[in-house]
């Protein structure tokens, strides 16, 4: 599985975006899906993860920090999982990747368990 975030950019305090990861290959709906994000200087850390449907039912989770404020979403038909971002933070400034688990069947939240990455994308918001 090949990924390709985007969607980042510069936004001010309170505004919005939603980013995509873009997937290859047939396995996309096998895997659970996840978003993290590193600031410089900063381990990377998870915001949000989705997993594999389980009986036609996806389960999701999300960091503290960004619950309420973010959604995370999948369309197996597009190979494409989205965060959406809403009322952004200056800490929520950070370079976003995202990624796939094979056979996730559960939100995944270590970056360990995790099989493939994408390139990253920058978010940047402005106070």
């Known amino acids: 599985v090949q990924l390709q975030a985007s969607g980042g950019g510069l936004v001010q305090t309170g505004g919005s975006l939603r980013l995509s990861c873009a997937a290859s290959g047939r396995t996309f709906s096998s895997c659970a899906m996840g978003w993290f994000r590193q600031a410089p200087g900063q381990e990377r850390e998870f915001v949000a993860g989705?997993?594999?449907?389980?009986?036609?039912?996806?389960?999701?989770d999300y960091a503290d920090s960004v619950k309420g404020r973010f959604a995370i979403s999948r369309d197996n038909a597009k190979n494409t999982a989205y965060l959406q971002m809403n009322s952004l933070k200056p800490e929520d400034t950070a370079v976003y990747y995202c990624?796939?688990?094979?056979?996730?069947?559960?939100?995944?939240?270590?970056?360990?368990?995790?099989?493939?990455w994408g390139q990253g994308t920058q978010v940047t918001v402005s106070s």
């Open positions: 990624a796939a688990a094979v056979n996730g069947y559960s939100v995944v939240v270590t970056t360990t368990w995790y099989d493939y």
């Open positions: 989705i997993s594999r449907s389980v009986s036609r039912t996806y389960y999701a």
